[in-house]
């Protein structure tokens, strides 16, 4: 039974995300604002995350009045203080992703380069953003667990792969591809405590066919978020064992990325460009074929 749940919150998550970011896309066309040229340098319209906060915030309502008349300990033990962490990290992200995408600049870019602008008395979107991330992770886990050292290790772990998210956002789909799997699979192993976050999960399957067609690009607005509730995910489970390994993998993306160049490794392995390339529209195949410098 719950797990017939689970699918049914995914496919109306889905219908809602995919609802209305098809409502949504002609205002973000008329934004200049959040155009931005893609990957080939055509224009489209950032901020594919917001109809996937707002899915998660009717989800939010909807479990409210769902909770009222039903006993909350049927969606699992943990399911009220997962949702809360859920809504209260991706919606934090995603107001900050949107500030960096509407005014931010790619002057400055990974941690170093944020942290070299703090250094010359510049204060980056990016960085704003990075900190927003780590003090809503520290909030999130101080609800989920009591000693300090734990709470840390959640903040870290979630503050993490909200840029880990940012990192994969370099391509149609890429990061969705990368994130979804992730908390797809944690939500079905820890399934008890994790039915709620079906919705939103459904919401990004619905954002999916256009950021792979390339009607829309995540952006931070998405991205972030995206990444971030991979970090919820791990922290919700509560095994400590599961949320240092999600925590040492989100730090070792991130500090491999200021060494190495995630789409050059994907593009070098076949099995990754396959992957990379599954559901991609016909230009961005040739593109990916194409010998570059």
Not at 25 to 49: F, H, Q, T, W
Not at 127 to 146: R, T
Not at 157 to 167: F, P, Q
Request: glycine share 12%; charged share 10%; aromatic share 6%.
């Amino acid at each position: 039974m719950i797990f017939l749940l689970f699918l049914v919150l995914l496919l109306v998550g889905a219908l809602i995300g995919g609802g209305l970011l098809g409502a949504l896309l002609p205002i973000l066309k008329d934004s200049p604002v959040l155009m931005r040229a893609n990957y080939r340098g055509e224009s489209v319209p950032l901020a594919g995350g917001i109809p996937i906060a707002a899915t998660l915030l009717i989800g939010f309502c909807l479990l409210q009045i769902l909770w009222s008349v039903t006993d909350r300990s049927y969606f699992g033990a943990n399911a009220v203080q997962t949702v809360y962490m859920a809504v209260f990290v991706v919606l934090v992200v995603t107001l900050f992703g949107l500030l960096d995408d509407a005014v931010g600049t790619a002057a400055a870019k990974g941690l170093r380069g944020h942290l070299r602008a703090l250094k010359s008395g510049r204060l980056t979107t990016g960085l704003l953003k990075l900190a927003a991330g780590a003090v809503a992770g520290l909030i999130a886990a101080s609800q989920a667990e009591e000693s300090v050292l734990w709470i840390v290790v959640g903040a870290v772990c979630i503050a993490a792969w909200a840029n880990v998210g940012n990192l994969f956002d370099l391509g149609p789909g890429r990061c969705i591809k990368v994130c979804w799997p992730i908390s797809a699979t944690l939500t079905l192993v820890f399934l008890d405590s994790l039915v709620p976050l079906a919705l939103v999960l459904g919401a990004v399957l619905g954002v999916l066919g256009s950021d792979l067609k390339e009607k829309v690009m995540l952006g931070d607005t998405g991205a972030n978020p995206l990444g971030a509730l991979v970090g919820v995910c791990f922290l919700a489970t509560g095994n400590h064992a599961v949320v240092v390994g999600g925590c040492l993998v989100g730090i070792a993306l991130n500090l491999a990325a200021e060494k190495v160049s995630f789409s050059r490794i994907i593009v070098s392995n076949s099995l990754l460009l396959r992957l990379d390339s599954l559901g991609a529209t016909e230009a961005r195949r040739v593109y990916l074929r194409t010998p570059r410098q």
